[in-house]
């Protein structure tokens, strides 16, 4: 039997503390996110990884707050904006499961805007909508912990973010 094949208590390394994820939860994964170290990621922000929105980052310190376990990199490398909160930042984000024909795009606009960022939501043909935000840093952490929690338009089953220097150009908020 495989260790993803058996029940998620019985997986080694289910009963170490602050294990969030199963190694056989991580398709590829040999390591649970949580053991790999100087790496600070939540389980949501792995790559073609589903955590439900309401699960990233439960049972940590803070969590539930805006811009909660949001130091350290993003699953691409890139660092993401810490203690510098009118720091300027890029945040990208793809938005997985029943989110398009809902009103998300339009809800998202009106939250970014009273953030005072700029940037986009976009409709994917994968049936994701990707935002890309600029602003002060923490108001980008404050409109991703929106994303990352309950109250959105739609069921959310996967957030995945990307934090970036900002490039610029960008005026309003466009929904695409």
């Given at each position: 039997m495989r260790d993803g094949d058996m029940p998620r208590d019985d997986r080694p390394g289910a009963d170490l503390p602050g294990a969030d994820v199963a190694a056989g939860d991580?398709?590829?994964?040999?390591?649970a996110?949580?053991?790999?170290p100087g790496v600070d990621v939540a389980a949501g922000d792995l790559p073609g990884v589903d955590v439900a929105a309401g699960d990233a980052g439960a049972g940590m310190p803070g969590a539930g707050m805006p811009g909660a376990g949001l130091t350290g990199r993003d699953a691409a490398g890139g660092e993401v904006p810490g203690g510098e909160d009118d720091a300027p930042a890029r945040l990208t984000v793809w938005i997985a499961g029943h989110v398009q024909g809902v009103g998300l795009r339009w809800w998202i606009r009106e939250r970014a805007l009273e953030f005072g960022l700029v940037g986009s939501a976009q409709n994917l043909e994968d049936g994701r909508v990707k935002v890309i935000a600029e602003g002060p840093a923490a108001r980008c952490r404050d409109l991703l912990a929106l994303l990352s929690g309950p109250g959105m338009p739609g069921r959310v089953t996967g957030v995945t973010q990307r934090w970036d220097d900002p490039r610029g150009g960008l005026t309003g908020f466009a929904e695409r």
């Open positions: 991580l398709p590829g994964v040999d390591v996110a949580g053991d790999l």
